[in-house]
């Protein structure tokens, strides 16, 4: 049934509707109309621009799996410091990874796929693309393994340790910045390497990081601190806690991977057809 669910969420999903309408929105809301297209205008400007463009960019196709990796937090609960442990390994797996690659878009990033604003050609993979196919296709096979493992299909590598299991998953989360396309990102991404600046990249990346979990790292806190009710319904049979971790990380693993390897293989006419919904 995950697996199902992950599917149809590739067909139904509009990314004109969560890139433009929802992540357009929030972004001129906050930083003011066509925030988007105007230029970044210095290393603070772009330092908000990339918390604020990360937070509009929640919903996106590239960054939704996040949901499958905070998911499983819901069951805990208590003080505040046995709330927010998890979510700082999860934490110190992401900024890893976003820090790394934001150093080194501001080292050599206009000699990166990702700078170049050449439009998708039918019948043709640009490097863009692939590099985006090539993250995704992995990181979505990666959770896909894990939300195995959590139910025992699997060898679980992270049975005894279940800190770097968080880890990981941040590491994942990170990882989503490598080939995204968010149009929002790719200004922030374009700045930051023709800025030249290793440091400012590393920040920036890692702000954007942030900006795509604060909202559902709020909302699985507030489950967890006052969802009592459902805390107990998920520990009064210790399979419930593993059946929702995997459900999460299945259904977030496969919408990665065919999103990103079918999908787009149809958007591109490589592949002869993919189903969509008519506003897809």
């Avoid at 410091?81 to 050599?108: F, N």
């Avoid at 493992?149 to 990170?174: E, H, K, T």
């Amino acid at each position: 049934m995950s697996c199902l669910a992950g599917f149809l969420l590739t067909v139904v999903w509009s990314a004109s509707f969560v890139d433009t309408t929802i992540g357009g929105t929030v972004t001129d809301t906050l930083l003011g109309e066509g925030a988007g297209e105007r230029p970044i205008a210095g290393a603070v400007a772009g330092v908000v621009f990339a918390f604020v463009s990360g937070l509009a960019g929640t919903f996106t196709a590239c960054n939704i799996a996040v949901f499958g990796a905070v998911a499983p937090l819901v069951s805990e609960g208590g003080q505040a410091r046995r709330l927010l442990a998890p979510l700082g390994w999860l934490a110190l797996g992401m900024t890893a990874v976003s820090a790394l690659y934001g150093a080194l878009v501001g080292a050599v990033g206009v000699a990166m796929p990702q700078f170049s604003t050449a439009q998708n050609v039918a019948g043709v993979l640009s490097a863009r693309s692939v590099q985006s196919m090539v993250v995704f296709g992995v990181i979505g096979l990666a959770m896909l393994y894990l939300g195995l493992a959590a139910i025992g299909l699997v060898p679980d590598p992270f049975a005894r340790a279940p800190r770097a299991r968080l880890v990981f998953l941040g590491a994942l989360v990170g990882g989503f910045l490598i080939g995204r396309p968010f149009p929002l990102f790719r200004h922030l991404f374009r700045h930051a390497a023709e800025s030249g600046n290793p440091l400012y990249g590393a920040a920036a990346f890692t702000l954007q990081s942030l900006g795509n979990v604060v909202l559902m790292a709020v909302l699985f806190l507030l489950v967890a601190r006052f969802g009592g009710g459902l805390r107990r319904w998920l520990q009064a049979r210790p399979g419930r806690v593993a059946a929702v971790t995997a459900a999460t990380l299945i259904v977030a693993g496969v919408f990665t991977f065919l999103y990103w390897d079918l999908r787009l293989l149809a958007r591109r006419e490589i592949i002869p057809w993919y189903p969509v919904a008519p506003w897809s």
